[in-house]
């Protein structure tokens, strides 16, 4: 009898260690959405604020108002992006996945992993350029960071992209930054083991050439990108679950502004 109900006290201490856990994951998950949302929500409104101020300054018809061409590439839009956080470098826009977001340059690799873009603590993290890299997107290879959340939030939109009948629809893609527009074309997507892959940067003008030869060898579908004359490629990376471990890489040249 003793040893039983010690067993049953011990039974009764773990489920109700794990109990406490689950209640304390459900709680961090929580407080991570509401981040979230309030992340996007107050992101929402600077769109509408410059949006607003630009067209009280214009005579062009609000309904027809590009906000992509005039508000994400001004001044205001910028500078008040700057004026809440300070490593903002630019702001990544692939709208045939629906993808919109700002892009962050940290001091390491770790702490946009799980800090929004307002610096709370949130599992959704933020898109951020790879430590290594120059701020400015000046150097011949850049690399930017996105969880693949189960919400198809932040970079997990990206996963479609593994289906060559996505691709038509999502191959371009532009980046606003203080300094002008970017725009990429993919030209390689594929997923690798993380255990084993490492992407070395920064990239040299000398090397960039094996390297887009290495990336679109890789591909999972030729896409037909002429990369040829390419000078500066762009790679984003998230997680993906087709393999164990694995991450998904999308690579990009950069094109003339439409």
Known sequence: ?????????????????????????????????????????????????????????????????????????????????LSTNKDYVGWISLPGLSLEYPVVFGKDNSYYLSHSFYKQYSKYGTIFMDYRNAPDFSQPQTVLYGHHMRNDTMFARLDELRKQANYAASSTFQIYTPDGLKTYRIFSIYPVDATTTTLNLPATSED???????????????????????????????????????????????????
């Open 1 to 81: 009898m003793i040893k039983n109900e010690k067993l049953r006290k011990a039974v009764r201490a773990l489920a109700i260690v794990f109990l406490v856990i689950a209640i304390g994951l459900f709680i961090e998950d929580t407080i991570s959405v509401m981040n979230f949302n309030q992340t996007q929500d107050n992101l929402d409104n600077l769109i509408e604020e410059v949006t607003e101020e630009i067209i009280d300054t214009t005579t062009q018809d609000p309904d027809d108002f590009p906000v992509d061409e005039i508000v994400k590439g001004s001044e205001a839009f910028h500078e008040k992006l």
């Open 208 to 258: 960039l050439k094996s390297r887009i030869a290495a990336y679109t060898k890789k591909s999972l579908y030729a896409t037909g990108v002429d990369t040829s004359e390419a000078t500066h490629i762009i790679t984003l990376v998230t997680c993906t679950w087709v393999i164990e471990n694995g991450r998904l890489f999308v690579h990009a040249i950069e094109v003339p502004n439409p």
